[in-house]
């Protein structure tokens, strides 16, 4: 069964630096999606960014932009210049076949 | 347009009411989830609907019950239900299942049961 790790539960970024979340996930498979979700709060769950385990280019849009290291089940997510609308709950994603399975999140809190 | 709805936003309901919850979506997507989130919790993935059957039920407990009218409409049906079922019941919509990639969500149902 596939697994989903972030180990972070919270972290608190300045407004304008730059803030790493880690995500580590165990799989047997080769060909999958990676995802990150953010979840500000009270408010809809939105994608931030997706990656295709087969590329081996790191997917960015805009601020954000994920490190993936597939041989060692890596994925993080870096924010750049963080807003304050940045502030919400974060989630690592993986998808094979009909199996989605999410990390616990990290909640994180961009400060003026 | 990247919408997925759902009705009510939020929702009371008694031990011995029947209520439905309702999402839609009109991207064309042909996978439809429903997932259960308590407080400070990931989503809990309950039923993937795909092609307007249902393909994958999470061992949910028999008083919910799911509904796929359509290839745009999906309903979750709820009786009996029991305190601790309270949660943000999210539902989601994808192209395809099988590694096809994206979810989109809506904004959720929020339900109480007392």
């Known amino acids: 069964a596939q697994t989903v790790t972030q180990s972070q539960p919270e972290m608190s970024v300045q407004e304008a630096e730059t803030v790493t979340l880690s995500c580590t996930y165990d799989?047997?498979?080769?060909?999958?999606?990676l995802f990150w979700y953010k979840q500000p709060p009270s408010r809809q769950m939105i994608l931030v960014i997706r990656?295709?385990?087969?590329?081996?280019q790191n997917a960015t849009e805009n601020r954000f932009s994920v490190n993936f290291q597939k041989a060692a089940k890596s994925f993080s997510l870096k924010i750049s210049d963080s807003q304050l609308g940045d502030t919400a709950m974060y989630f690592c994603a993986f998808e094979y076949g009909q199996n989605f399975v999410f990390g616990p999140g990290t909640r994180l809190s961009v400060l003026p | 347009d990247t919408e997925v709805t759902q009705t009510p936003k939020h929702l009371v309901m008694g031990m011995t009411n029947k209520k439905s919850l309702k999402c839609e979506q009109h991207m064309g997507h042909r996978a439809m989830y429903w997932y259960k989130q308590k407080a400070k919790k990931p989503p809990e993935l309950m039923f993937v609907y795909s092609y307007e059957k249902l393909s994958i039920n999470e061992s949910v407990p028999s008083r919910f019950s799911p509904e796929c009218p359509n290839s745009s409409l999906l309903n979750l049906h709820l009786h009996a239900l029991q305190p601790e079922d309270s949660a943000l019941y999210l539902c989601?919509?994808?192209?395809?299942?099988?590694?096809?990639?994206?979810?989109?969500f809506g904004p959720g149902t929020r339900l109480l049961v007392l």
């Open positions: 989601a919509s994808s192209q395809e299942t099988g590694s096809q990639g994206t979810q989109y």
């Open positions: 990656q295709e385990a087969y590329k081996q």
């Open positions: 799989t047997s498979e080769n060909n999958y999606y």
